[in-house]
T-cell receptor, first 110, second 114 residues
Framework: QKEVEQNSGPLSVPEGAIASLNCTYS??????FFWYRQYSGKSPELIMS????GDKEDGRFTAQLNKASQYVSLLIRDSQPSDSATYLC??????????FGAGTQVVVTP | GAVVSQHPSWVICKSGTSVKIECRSL??????MFWYRQFPKQSLMLMAT?????????EQGVEKDKFLINHASLTLSTLTVTSAHPEDSSFYIC??????????FGQGTRLTVV
């Protein structure tokens, strides 16, 4: 079992709709979680970090963390074609390492 | 967010030669940096953890003599791919972690060995 699991997609979302991405993790010791966006051929870009249970909002993005269920999610409101990318979920591990999921590909259709 | 600069962004080299990739944290000090490799349509694969002033820690299956890592200062880590072969062609990405803000990635280096 991978330490961080994500649905690979692709997740097709109409423009203007909400994209919902899910991530589960197995390491109960993980304290910090991150969402990265990666465009094809580019390196990942940090878009959200979350450390406490509950919701965290930043612009059109909302991250949700439930440590009891070992579940992290990302909502993208008012999806735009420029949001089409692969979204990587990551949890903190030992020695500062991040454990990455395989990524979910999001395709926003006009 | 914090800025991590990686150079070069792409390189083409002949089989058997060595290539050095630099990774710098521009506005914060990073005692630890990470080197990843990513093949097309696959996720990031951690190769090694670079520790300032000490030896790097390599992940299982990564040849330490082939992928030389030097972390000479709190803002610079280098990865040297020695005796490169076509199968080493990949996208190499470094990352430095700011304890408060999270991990930030360099722009990546696309290595093509011909």
């Amino acid at each position: 079992q991978k330490e961080v699991e994500q649905n690979s997609g692709p997740l097709s979302v109409p423009e203007g709709a909400i994209a919902s991405l899910n991530c589960t993790y197995s390491d109960r010791g993980s304290q910090s979680f991150f969402w990265y966006r990666q465009y094809s051929g580019k390196s990942p870009e940090l878009i959200m970090s979350i450390y406490s249970n509950g919701d965290k909002e930043d612009g059109r993005f909302t991250a949700q963390l439930n440590k009891a269920s070992q579940y992290v999610s990302l909502l993208i409101r008012d999806s735009q074609p420029s949001d089409s990318a692969t979204y990587l979920c990551a949890g903190s591990g030992s020695w500062g390492k991040l454990q990455f999921g395989a990524g979910t590909q999001v395709v926003v259709t006009p | 967010g914090a800025v991590v600069s990686q150079h070069p962004s792409w390189v083409i080299c002949k089989s058997g030669t060595s290539v050095k990739i630099e990774c710098r944290s521009l506005d914060f000090q990073a005692t630890t940096m990470f080197w990843y490799r990513q093949f097309p349509k696959q996720s990031l694969m951690l190769m090694a953890t670079s520790n300032e002033g000490s030896k790097a820690t390599y992940e299982q299956g990564v040849e330490k003599d082939k992928f030389l890592i030097n972390h000479a200062s709190l803002t610079l880590s280098t990865l040297t791919v020695t005796s490169a072969h076509p199968e080493d062609s990949s996208f190499y990405i470094c990352s430095a972690r700011d304890r408060r803000l999270g991990a930030f990635f360099g722009q990546g280096t696309r290595l093509t060995v011909v």
